[in-house]
């Protein structure tokens, strides 16, 4: 079994829809992140969070939300999508401490129409 | 202002040959760094890391090297072999207790 999961895998909406991705990991991990990911723009960072009761913004916030539910789930909301939040999504998780390593999910495609 | 630069947007090696891929960041204050490998339809994975007090890791077909100096790190994959085909980031951290930074990616072809 895969130990960073995202749900759903694919997803299409429209704009001025409510979506949630969601992201869980068996790895045992405190550190879980947010990644979206376009074409030429490389991997940039939306949120993070170092502990349940810690998040923080990342590079490009604006029109996202997060919640860490559990140590284990880590979940990211657009309140309302248009259709620049066409992207594929990354969950990543690593370990407490320095010079740790990301571990990312397999993604999430959404499509904003 | 793009604290991690992966200047080459795509690089094609033949089979067997040495693939360079390179990496140049703005921040002095970053002194852990990774690369990972991204096939289509899957996760980045990590490859190889490298931290400020070395300036060479090898593991394998795949060497990091790190010039502080020039602020400039480099992925050499010898021999390249189709399977190596993938996007390449390049990432980093200051004292790995921040979240990664990211480049853009640079798509390798090895070519049989």
């Known amino acids: 079994d895969a130990d960073v999961t995202q749900t759903p895998r694919n997803r299409i909406t429209k704009t001025g829809k409510r979506i949630m991705l969601e992201c869980s990991q068996t790895?045992?991990?405190?550190?879980m992140y947010w990644y979206r990911q376009d074409p030429g723009l490389g991997l940039r960072l939306i949120y993070y969070s170092f502990d349940v009761k810690d998040i923080n913004k990342g590079e490009i916030s604006d029109g996202y939300s997060v919640s860490r539910q559990a140590q284990a789930k880590f979940s990211l909301s657009l309140e309302s999508a248009i259709p620049n939040q066409t992207a594929l999504y990354f969950c990543?998780?690593?370990?407490?401490?320095?010079?740790?390593?990301?571990?990312f999910g397999p993604g999430t495609r959404l499509t904003v129409t | 202002d793009q604290q991690v630069k992966q200047n080459s947007p795509s690089l094609s090696v033949q089979e067997g040959r040495i693939s360079i891929l390179n990496c140049d960041y703005t921040n002095s204050m970053f002194d852990y760094f990774l690369w990972y490998k991204k096939y289509p339809a899957e996760g980045p994975t990590f490859l190889i890391s490298?931290?400020?007090?070395?300036d060479k890791n090898e593991d394998g077909r795949f060497t990091v090297f790190l010039n502080k100096s020039a602020k400039h790190l480099s992925l050499h994959i010898v021999p390249s072999q189709p399977g190596d085909s993938a996007v390449y980031f390049c990432?980093?951290?200051?004292?790995?207790?921040?979240?990664?930074?990211f480049g853009k990616g640079t798509r390798l072809s090895v070519i049989a």
């Open positions: 990432a980093a951290s200051d004292s790995g207790n921040t979240p990664l930074v």
């Open positions: 490298i931290s400020s007090i070395k």
């Open positions: 790895k045992g991990h405190d550190r």
């Open positions: 990543a998780t690593s370990e407490r401490g320095l010079f740790r390593e990301q571990y």
